[in-house]
T-cell receptor, first 112, second 114 residues
């Protein structure tokens, strides 16, 4: 079946540091890939997405590239802010499906 | 903006009680979902519905049921709450129109069963 594995947290960084959160997936066919973010006390929000191999999703300074050869979709941001403190979820949607499969989530804490 | 609302942010119930969690979306979405979120386990799908009166089991349906009588409303029911159902419950909706299938989430209900 489909599965998503992402690095465990918490990840603690100083402001302006570089952030990488690893995400790898197992799926048949050609899934779409997503990063969702959950700020404290809130539901999940879509951060970015990529629907085919080599696509790069980007939003709010975050980027992730759909790498089919390594089945990965790592999230990166060049200079984090305190406001980026949140839990980040990698997810996949199988082709022609409507159910997301989520990774376990990675908590990120950015200190001033 | 799409809005998904959940009836309660925090709920405390006793073991054996019947619990209703309500979710309403205002974007005329066909699909609605119920997840539970537990530390280290991410989000796990309990049930989803792709149309009024239609439902499908997700990955962990045991101990839960759902109801969708109107398109905008999707209810999660715990027939007899147990302590292992203490969790954060998230509702989401999406539309199969277009190619993104983006899911929009509510703020969550943190349920404690004592």
């Amino acid at each position: 079946g489909n599965s998503v594995t992402q690095m465990e947290g918490p990840v603690t960084l100083s402001e302006e540091a570089f952030l990488t959160i690893n995400c790898t997936y197992t799926a048949t066919g050609y899934p779409s890939l997503f990063w969702y973010v959950q700020y404290p006390g809130e539901g999940l929000q879509l951060l970015l997405k990529a629907t085919k191999a080599d696509d790069k999703g980007s939003n709010k300074g975050f980027e992730a590239t759909y790498r089919k050869e390594t089945t990965s979709f790592h999230l990166e941001k060049g200079s984090v802010q305190v406001s980026d403190s949140a839990v980040y979820f990698c997810a996949l949607l199988k082709a022609a499906g409507n159910k997301l499969t989520f990774g376990g989530g990675t908590r990120v804490l950015v200190k001033p | 903006d799409v809005k998904v609302t959940q009836s309660s942010r925090y709920l405390v119930k006793r073991t054996g009680e019947k619990v209703f969690l309500e979710c309403v979306q205002d974007m005329d979405h066909e699909n609605m979902f119920w997840y539970r979120q537990d530390p280290g386990l991410g989000l796990r799908l309990i049930y989803f519905s792709y149309d009024v009166k239609m439902k499908e089991k997700g990955d962990i349906p045991e101990g839960y049921s759902v109801s969708r009588e109107k398109k905008e409303r999707f209810s999660l029911i715990l027939e007899s709450a147990s302590t292992n159902q203490t969790s954060m419950y998230l509702c989401a909706s999406s539309s199969p129109q277009g190619s993104s299938y983006e899911q929009y989430f509510g703020p969550g209900t943190r349920l404690t069963v004592t």
